[in-house]
């Protein structure tokens, strides 16, 4: 199997160390590049080519907002999982609006970082239980009337962080189900990605 390539954007290098050794225990990973920055991360992102880049929010210079743009700008297949000290809706609905499709606190424990990649790899969207709470109770406030209410539970799913696999067994249903769901989704909200309908939740909450 592949090892899948990894490059890391922390700020605090005691951290930022930790996290390489972590991930370097697995066969599955290798940390390809590590940085204190965005601009030098930036600088050589195109070339390193990774699958992953995990990266905090607060960094000096470029942001990590800022950051997933310009990555997803330049790599648009790679996934970024944000590891942040930040908690607040704010800074976890502009990570996931920018293009992140995880969101780690440092709370949660460095051992939480090897686990997020792997359920990334099998197409979850990793987060803290408390990030995932905080997402599935925006989606739960407002549902779409445009979709069915089976079509607003795998929503929900989705924004829990969960893998089509994964919510075709908390649903009964098979995961060609759960896929023809959420390509129902995505029509009748003329989107195409789960940043996009976050973005239209967060709008419509403003109504």
Same mark, same amino acid.
């Given at each position: 199997?592949?090892?899948? $390539? @990894? /490059?890391? !954007?922390?700020?605090?290098?005691?951290?930022?160390?930790? %996290? =390489?050794?972590?991930?370097?225990? #697995?066969?599955?990973?290798?940390?390809?590049?590590?940085?204190?920055?965005?601009?030098?991360?930036?600088?050589?992102?195109?070339?390193?080519?990774?699958?992953?880049?995990?990266?905090?929010?607060?960094?000096?210079?470029?942001?990590?907002?800022?950051?997933?743009?310009?990555?997803?700008?330049?790599?648009? $297949? @790679? /996934?970024? !999982?944000?590891?942040?000290?930040?908690?607040?809706?704010? %800074? =976890?609905?502009?990570?996931?609006? #920018?293009?992140?499709?995880?969101?780690?606190?440092?709370?949660?424990?460095?051992?939480?970082?090897?686990?997020?990649?792997?359920?990334?790899?099998?197409?979850?969207?990793?987060?803290?239980?408390?990030?995932?709470?905080?997402?599935?109770?925006?989606?739960?406030?407002?549902?779409?009337?445009?979709?069915?209410?089976?079509?607003?539970?795998?929503?929900?799913?989705?924004?829990?962080?969960?893998?089509?696999?994964?919510?075709?067994?908390?649903?009964?249903?098979?995961?060609?189900?759960?896929?023809?769901?959420?390509?129902?989704?995505?029509?009748?909200?003329?989107?195409?990605?789960?940043?996009?309908?976050?973005?239209?939740?967060?709008?419509?909450?403003?109504?």
């Amino acid at each position: 199997m592949e090892t899948k $390539k @990894v /490059v890391l !954007i922390e700020d605090y290098e005691i951290v930022l160390q930790s %996290y =390489v050794k972590i991930i370097n225990t #697995a066969k599955d990973f290798e940390v390809i590049g590590a940085f204190t920055n965005c601009e030098d991360a930036l600088e050589n992102i195109d070339f390193l080519a990774p699958d992953f880049v995990m990266i905090d929010i607060t960094l000096p210079g470029i942001s990590g907002i800022e950051g997933i743009k310009c990555i997803k700008a330049k790599l648009p $297949k @790679v /996934v970024i !999982i944000v590891v942040s000290v930040h908690e607040n809706s704010k %800074y =976890v609905f502009e990570a996931l609006c #920018a293009g992140a499709v995880g969101y780690l606190t440092k709370s949660s424990g460095q051992e939480k970082i090897l686990g997020a990649l792997y359920q990334a790899k099998e197409g979850g969207a990793p987060m803290s239980i408390n990030i995932a709470r905080m997402v599935v109770e925006s989606f739960q406030e407002e549902k779409f009337d445009e979709l069915t209410e089976r079509e607003n539970n795998v929503l929900t799913l989705l924004a829990e962080g969960k893998s089509y696999a994964s919510i075709g067994e908390e649903l009964y249903v098979s995961l060609n189900t759960i896929k023809y769901h959420v390509r129902n989704i995505y029509e009748k909200l003329h989107i195409s990605s789960k940043a996009e309908a976050i973005t239209l939740l967060k709008n419509k909450r403003r109504l």
